[in-house]
């Protein structure tokens, strides 16, 4: 991670930050309750864009959605996963039971308090991942090998040959990147 992309992170957290605690506030109101704010996390990783403990009382959000998509993804992901604190807490006490994580209680809360659709899924993609790859050549054609394979190549402990004319491949000395 470069320290550009540091800065862009902890901008990003402050604007999350910020829109939960404005988010927080709408809650609050709606419910006529005074919650103190959640604990948040930026350390999910995968296909889920954020997820919530109510019993921890404690949001978690997806760091590299959220680089990638920002403003957007922050405006959507918060009240959703607030949401999701506040039915759990305000309605299982009142209604002496388990409520469904997207139930009615939460649809309306994300609509009537938020103004936002209830939306179940999100359509915010996964990153693609920047990877390096070597650049090699045989008699034939130009191979593209992994780090992996090409530091194997370096120390010696491999080297690759061409299936199609089963020459010995050699580096050429680039890279290129592409995302996977
Ligand atoms: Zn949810
Ligand atoms: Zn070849």
Redesign the pocket.
């Known amino acids: 991670m470069g320290d550009g992309h540091k800065e862009v992170l902890e901008e990003l957290i402050d604007r999350s930050n910020q829109f939960l605690n404005r988010s927080l506030l709408l809650a609050n109101q709606y419910l006529g309750v005074d919650y103190h704010a959640p604990a948040i996390f930026y350390n999910l990783k995968g296909k889920t864009a954020g997820l919530a403990y109510p019993l921890e009382w404690k949001i978690r959000i997806n760091q590299s959605m959220l680089i990638t998509h920002q403003i957007p993804f922050i405006e959507e992901v918060i009240p ?1 996963e607030l949401s ?1 604190l506040f039915v759990y807490r305000y309605y299982s006490v009142k209604k002496r039971g388990v409520i469904k ?2 139930g009615k209680e939460w649809a309306d809360f994300m609509q009537e308090c938020f103004g936002l659709p209830p939306k ?1 899924t999100h359509n915010f993609e996964i990153p693609l991942r920047e990877v390096t790859l070597f650049v090699y050549k045989c008699a034939c054609r130009t191979h593209y090998l992994s780090a992996i394979r090409h530091n194997k190549v370096l120390g010696f402990k491999s080297s690759y040959c061409c299936k199609y004319c089963t020459g010995k491949l050699n580096f050429l000395g680039r890279t290129e990147q592409v995302k996977k």
């Open positions: 959703h999701h994580p997207h179940v």
